[in-house]
């Protein structure tokens, strides 16, 4: 059952992050609460909310215990990276679906939900998607079929889409992107309309990050969101990616941003969460960081069509924060050695006191 005030959440989050794991649980449909080894999948379903993870399908392939918690904690799954335009489409005309239905086919075998990642971007597309080689009119034509053969191979297998990601800069313009440049900001309607004929039952996102609160790129969201569901543009969904760091806290207006996007008639989600640190890591920044994940957490259960909450990635051995952001990491509810850390114990109270 999906409650809508949370009170006691703060509260029992400092409780355990001063006394460890709590053992407290909220109880199943059957009447008993879940067993003390009970996921974060178990909590989330009785809360009435998918808990997600991006999965990085060599770990899956290779790693028999980051397989097992795939299986153990998440309801949904989304693919971190074998289900963009380089890895589906290297070369033109060449499709190589292997890796993504490899996901597609585990998720399945453990009743996971599948949020496909992601159709529309400006990074990691194929060395031949390029203006040097394609005119505007090619690549029209390039992206079109790319959206329509993706969702056509998964029609009925994806759950949701993020179908354009990251459109904006931070400060609300518009984004240079090749397909800005080539085909001006309708080619967002158009991949829009494009999956939703390749598949229609599918839910269709938008996704950005520094999206959480209230500001120039929000706004510009909002403003996209309405001038095109007004076109019966079929955008279905904003998602929240979540990116945090603790040195620069959550914003306070997390709530209020959701529920402008679903008063338009969107789900919302968040997509993409993590909460990195400056390295070494200390016990304030530990505390900081479970207030991170659970704010986000409790924004979306107190929203009335927050649909899901996925990590981009749930364990420090594979995460992606520390390439890429110079002397930052631990940045999910794992560390490396797939042990839970008090994130990963404020995330499940949180779930468990709002399936009460």
């Not at 760091?245 to 679903?262: C, I, K, S, W």
């Not at 110079?326 to 999910?332: L, P, V």
């Amino acid at each position: 059952m999906r409650v809508r005030v949370l009170a006691g959440v703060a509260l029992l989050t400092t409780l355990t992050l001063a006394a460890g794991p709590a053992t407290a649980a909220a109880p199943t449909a059957s009447g008993h609460a879940p067993s003390a080894d009970a996921g974060l999948r178990a909590f989330a379903d009785r809360a009435g909310l998918r808990v997600g993870t991006a999965v990085d399908m060599a770990a899956l392939a290779g790693d028999p215990a980051y397989r097992t918690a795939v299986a153990h904690e998440f309801s949904t799954v989304t693919a971190e990276n074998v289900m963009k335009w380089e890895s589906t489409e290297p070369q033109r005309g060449v499709h190589d679906w292997a890796a993504a239905d490899r996901l597609v086919d585990f998720a399945r075998a453990h009743r996971q939900l599948v949020r496909g990642h992601t159709l529309v971007w400006h990074n990691q597309n194929p060395a031949w998607v390029n203006e040097q080689d394609l005119t505007p009119a090619q690549l029209r034509a390039a992206l079109r079929r790319h959206i329509v053969d993706e969702v056509s191979h998964f029609r009925g297998r994806v759950w949701h889409w993020d179908v354009v990601n990251e459109i904006f800069n931070d400060d609300g313009t518009w984004r240079d992107t090749i397909w800005l440049r080539n085909l001006g900001p309708g080619y967002v309607a158009d991949a829009f309309r494009w999956a939703h004929q390749a598949d229609p039952r599918a839910t269709l996102f938008l996704n950005d990050y520094n999206n959480e609160g209230l500001n120039a790129k929000t706004d510009a969201y909002y403003a996209l969101v309405k001038q095109l569901r007004a076109a019966g543009v079929p955008v279905q969904g904003y998602g929240v990616q979540g990116h945090l760091a603790v040195q620069y806290g959550v914003p306070g207006d997390v709530l209020t941003n959701l529920r402008r996007f679903e008063q338009l008639g969107l789900r919302t989600a968040f997509t993409e969460v993590d909460v990195r640190m400056p390295l070494p890591a200390d016990p304030i920044k530990v505390q900081a960081q479970a207030q991170g994940f659970t704010t986000l957490l409790q924004a979306c259960l107190l929203a009335d069509r927050c649909v899901s909450y996925t990590l981009w990635g749930f364990t420090d051995r594979y995460s992606w924060v520390p390439g890429v952001f110079d002397g930052e990491g631990s940045a999910t509810p794992f560390d490396e050695n797939l042990a839970p850390k008090p994130a990963y114990a404020a995330l499940r109270d949180t779930l468990a006191l709002a399936g009460r």
